[in-house]
């Protein structure tokens, strides 16, 4: 008796973990903007780990169609994510570094920021949630001596978004209609030519799921309007997942996230400022006219997120 109470056991545990799977794969491609459904599809890759338990304990208790169904739920599964794990073929060309950061408005500590950029040799930095003293402090720490060209939109708590770069920037531009700022210019880069650079930063969802899919359908016609004969550099907290169907619209088609062009994976950037680590990733680069060769997390003492750095590799220029 107490053997077939296992068995029930095992098989409903079974069955449960694959409708989680069934629920991650799912949510991986759902275009509804609801709260619940876009935030749980934050967690949809933990979600598809559900269906492995599933085929493990349906084997185990020799239920083998119930084992195949799992064994699809995995297959479906791992096709969503195992493209991040393959990199693209190397490109040959001069390269930049860029580091992306969420500075958690002045939170941040300036002097551990300005020494990575030193360390890392960074050539272009896009911020968010930039304030005015941060821009400050910043400065007092030497990042201007180092990046001395910069696009800033400072602003209240989240609002404000930045550019430094270590080359001329020109035709900047700030986009009306967001909640928070978003930003762009042009930047002069040796041996590769004018640059196209935003620095992006949506609302989260939880603020208002609706305005958080419209601001990203609208960054998205934003980048499609970007010059078609240069190369673009888009740096921010997208406030999404790679399992955010709208998130991946805009890393399509001419424009690619660059973690997956260099096979670095599921890199997460948020939250470090809990108990638990970062369990999703909502902070990337988006390349057109480039490839990212190698991209990882930086630890950033004060702020909420990781930074992200990428070598970058450009064309040479035609002219």
Known sequence: MSARIVRIGIV????????????????????????PVVLTASAA??????????????AGVRQWIAT??????????????????VA?????????????????????????????????????????ELTR?????????????????????PGQTASGTGIWSRFPLSDTVEYDGYV?????????????GPVSIFAFHPVPPIYDTGVWADELTRLGQVLDGAPADRPVLVGGDFNATHDHARFR??????????????????LVTYPTDKSIPPLVGIDHFLL?????????TVDLPGADHRALVARIVFPRSRG
């Open 249 to 266: 619209r805009m890393a399509s088609g001419r424009y690619a996230d660059a973690a997956g062009q260099a096979g670095a994976g599921h």
């Open 180 to 192: 928070l700022n978003q930003i762009s210019a042009t930047a002069t880069v040796p041996e590769i």
């Open 88 to 128: 693209e073929d190397g490109s040959d060309g001069p390269a930049i570094m860029a580091m992306q950061a969420n500075l958690l408005f002045d939170g941040a500590d300036p002097v551990v920021l300005v020494n990575e950029v030193r360390a890392r040799d960074i050539a272009v930095l896009t911020v968010n």
């Open 288 to 296: 057109a006219g480039a490839q990212a060769t190698d991209v990882e």
């Open 133 to 153: 003293p941060a821009v400050e402090e910043l400065g007092r720490a030497g990042l201007d001596a180092l990046l001395p060209y910069r696009y800033l939109a």
């Open 12 to 35: 409903a545990a079974a069955g449960v973990a694959t409708l989680a799977g069934i629920a991650g794969v799912a949510l991986h491609f759902s275009p509804w903007a609801v709260e």
């Open 45 to 58: 890759p933990y979600l598809m780990c559900g269906a492995v338990v599933g085929v493990v304990g349906f």
């Open 68 to 85: 195949g169904v799992a064994g699809i739920v995995v297959a479906a599964g791992l096709a969503t994510q195992a493209p991040l794990y």
